[in-house]
T-cell receptor, first 111, second 112 residues
Framework: SQKIEQNSEALNIQEGKTATLTCNYTNYSPAYLQWYRQDPGRGPVFLLLIRENEKEKRKERLKVTFDTTLKQSLFHITASQPADSATYLC??????????FGKGTRLHILP | DGGITQSPKYLFRKEGQNVTLSCEQNLNHDAMYWYRQDPGQGLRLIYYSQIVNDFQKGDIAEGYSVSREKKESFPLTVTSAQKNPTAFYLCASLDATNEKLFFGSGTQLSVL
């Protein structure tokens, strides 16, 4: 069955540095990959989507890369701020199919 | 305001009881999803519906049931067969054009 792994349960990064989160998957060929942010007790909020034929996407301080050969996506937050502290979830889907999530990475930006 | 509304925010279930979680959306989205989240865990798919009057089992459907009689509504029933129902339940609808999920604010279900 398909499996999604996010590299670490928790990540501590100094304010101002770049935070890099990893999402790996197996037994799956997604049409696209998404990243969501979730704050405690709240529903996830969509951040970025990258399609299988795209290598990189940017939005303000966020950057996502997608390597379908390595079956891996990297999610970068540059110039990180304490307000970026949250859990970040990776999700995969094929077109017109279910969307499945990884376990998430808790990111702590230290002032 | 457009969005997804889940109710109640907190729900308590007694032994042997069925409970129903409500999910309503006014975004005119065709597809809707139910996920379960345990502490420190990601989202696991319970059921999803891509169109009215149709739904499919997700990865952990046992002990749950759903209906999709209206486009706006996708209620989830947690039956007495679900022996470990304590979790945070999230409903979402899919913006198919932009391929992104919109989530409700969740329902925390606990067992008395």
């Amino acid at each position: 069955s398909q499996k999604i792994e996010q590299n670490s349960e928790a990540l501590n990064i100094q304010e101002g540095k770049t935070a890099t989160l990893t999402c790996n998957y197996t037994n799956y060929s997604p049409a696209y990959l998404q990243w969501y942010r979730q704050d405690p007790g709240r529903g996830p909020v969509f951040l970025l989507l990258i399609r299988e034929n795209e290598k990189e996407k940017r939005k303000e301080r966020l950057k996502v890369t997608f390597d379908t050969t390595l079956k891996q996506s990297l999610f970068h937050i540059t110039a990180s701020q304490p307000a970026d502290s949250a859990t970040y979830l990776c999700a995969l889907a094929r077109r017109d199919d279910k969307i499945i999530f990884g376990k998430g990475t808790r990111l702590h930006i230290l002032p | 305001d457009g969005g997804i509304t889940q109710s109640p925010k907190y729900l308590f279930r007694k032994e042997g009881q069925n409970v129903t979680l409500s999910c309503e959306q006014n975004l005119n989205h065709d597809a809707m999803y139910w996920y379960r989240q345990d502490p420190g865990q990601g989202l696991r798919l319970i059921y999803y519906s891509q169109i009215v009057n149709d739904f499919q089992k997700g990865d952990i459907a046992e002990g749950y049931s759903v209906s999709r009689e209206k486009k706006e509504s996708f209620p989830l029933t947690v039956t007495s067969a679900q022996k470990n129902p304590t979790a945070f339940y999230l409903c979402a609808s899919l913006d198919a054009t932009n391929e992104k999920l919109f989530f409700g604010s969740g329902t925390q279900l606990s067992v008395l």
